[in-house]
C-alpha cells in the first residue's frame, strides 16, 4: 500500500475493515505498512495502547500477533512466523535512514502486560525502549503518567508526511487525507510529544518502571 494509491479519497477518507486489512493474512498487512513508511519521508505515530510496532522485540511481537488479530476479524491467523519477520524488518526502517520517524508510546502497555505476561518477554521489551529512548537517529517519546495532557492519548495514530493520517480502531483502519483533517492530527501529535519524555529522561523513567513493575 504506498500512499499514491491515495490521490482521491472522496471528501478525503478511507476506510478499510479488519477482513480487508487482513487479505494476505498479518504478513500482508506489515508489509504494507512497512510500504507506507518507506514512501514517507517523515513518519509520526502516537501509540498509547500497545508499543509501537517497529520498537516490538521478537518475543513481544509473536505474543500479540498470536490471538485474533482484531475485534473485527476472529479468525486465527497462520502466518505469525511470518508476520513477525515482517515486524522485525519494519523496526530496521527506523534507523535505515530513508524515513525520519517520531514515535510516541505510553507506559500502558508495558503495566498491563508486565501482570500476564513472562517476566523475560517484558524485561527485553524495557531494554529494547531503553535502547530506543537514546537512539539519535530516530525520536521515541514516553509520555509519563503524570504528563499534564488537557486531552487522553488516544487513538493509536500513524501521520505520513504530515498530510496522511491512519487511526486503528476496533473493526478496521480509517484513512483521512483532508488538509484540516492532517493539520488537526499533527496539532494533537505535537501538544503530546511537548509533553513525552527523550533521550536520558525517558531511558531513566522506563529504568524506574521496570524496577516498579518487574522488581529490578
Not at 104 to 118: E, G, N, V
Not at 144 to 151: E, H, T, V
Request: hydrophobic residues 45%.
Amino acid at each position: 500500500m504506498a500512499m499514491n494509491e491515495y490521490p482521491e479519497m472522496g471528501p478525503s477518507l478511507t476506510y478499510q475493515r479488519s477482513r480487508e486489512c487482513l487479505a494476505d493474512g498479518l504478513a500482508g498487512q506489515h508489509r504494507k505498512y512497512a510500504q507506507l513508511s518507506a514512501s514517507a519521508a517523515m513518519v509520526q505515530a502516537l501509540s498509547p495502547m500497545q508499543v509501537c510496532g517497529p520498537l516490538q522485540t521478537e518475543q513481544w511481537a509473536r505474543r500479540v500477533m498470536s490471538y485474533a488479530p482484531a475485534f473485527g476479524d476472529d479468525e486465527q491467523r497462520v502466518d505469525v512466523e511470518a508476520a513477525v519477520a515482517e515486524r522485525m524488518a519494519r523496526g530496521e526502517q527506523l534507523t535505515a535512514g530513508a524515513t525520519d520517524f517520531h514515535l510516541i508510546s505510553t507506559s500502558f502497555p508495558l503495566r498491563f502486560r508486565a501482570r500476564h505476561w513472562p517476566w523475560e518477554v517484558v524485561a527485553d521489551q524495557f531494554e529494547r525502549l531503553i535502547h530506543a529512548a537514546l537512539d539519535t537517529r530516530f525520536r521515541f517519546g514516553l509520555l509519563p503518567d503524570a504528563a499534564p495532557a488537557r486531552m487522553m492519548p488516544s487513538p493509536p495514530v500513524w501521520i505520513y508526511d504530515g498530510r496522511l493520517v491512519e487511526y486503528e480502531t476496533y473493526s478496521g483502519v480509517l484513512y483521512l487525507s483532508g488538509a484540516e483533517e492532517a493539520a488537526c492530527a499533527l496539532r494533537a501529535f505535537r501538544e503530546l510529544a511537548d509533553l513525552a519524555l527523550y533521550g536520558q529522561d525517558a531511558a531513566a523513567e522506563l529504568r524506574r518502571m521496570r524496577v516498579e513493575l518487574l522488581g529490578r
